[in-house]
T-cell receptor, first 111, second 114 residues
């Protein structure tokens, strides 16, 4: 799986958009970008994934650059409950692949 | 999505004993995964459990220490054997939802070894 690089930590004000970057310059053509988050002491939660087009769901938006070497997860209106570690993972699509977790980004949403 | 439950949610154990963690999925799944999360660290995959075959262990993890059972398509157990304080971690079970490409995780089992 391609390696990803994320900032160690970020802060965001409540109600503002949180933009979490991820670099994956070695991504290959069949690899998707997946985002998960882990709220303290809970199991990781799937957020969103994409290949090359921008994606949006009820939780977040995912913006992938045209060269697919980086992406940004956007939480449009961050709340205190969005405080968590966010993991960007690159892997082929399908249900036969293990997930390899990096250190992720600790997002702290401040009141 | 898949709903995954684990038992126990937490336990405190004595050095040298063993603990078996149960993982139940609300639908049939092919592959189940066991992860360990040591204090302040990210998740590390222990092994992949396929129904009807031996589990596949990641580097640094061995069957004698972490035996896994997978008796059917909805259930798996992980045993942490001959525990030491270094085994104090959160142990998480996960699986893919039916026809889905994203993994879902259980709530974890918080293990403390004294």
């Amino acid at each position: 799986d391609a390696k990803t690089t994320q900032p160690t930590s970020m802060d965001c004000a409540e109600g503002r958009a949180a933009n979490l970057p991820c670099n994956h310059s070695t991504i290959s053509g069949n690899e998707y970008v997946y985002w998960y988050r882990q709220i303290h002491s809970q199991g990781p939660q799937y957020i969103i994934h994409g290949l090359k087009n921008n994606e949006t769901n009820e939780m977040a938006s995912l913006i992938i650059t045209e060269d697919r070497k980086s992406s940004t997860l956007i939480l449009p209106h961050a709340t205190l409950r969005d405080t968590a570690v966010y993991y960007c993972i690159v892997r082929p699509r399908g249900s036969n692949y293990k997930l390899t977790f990096g250190k992720g980004t600790l997002l702290t949403v401040n009141p | 999505s898949a709903v995954i439950s684990q038992k126990p949610s937490r336990d405190i154990c004595q050095r040298g004993t063993s603990l078996t963690i149960q993982c139940q999925v609300d639908s049939q799944v092919t592959m189940m995964f066991w992860y360990r999360q040591q204090p302040g660290q990210s998740l590390t995959l222990i092994a992949t459990a396929n129904q009807g075959s031996e589990a596949t262990y990641e580097s640094g993890f061995v069957i004698d220490k972490f035996p896994i059972s997978r008796p059917n398509l909805t259930f798996s157990t992980l045993t942490v054997s001959n525990m030491s304080p270094e085994d104090s971690s959160i142990y998480l079970c996960s699986a893919y939802g039916q026809g889905r490409s994203e993994q879902f995780f259980g709530p974890g089992t918080r293990l403390t070894v004294l």
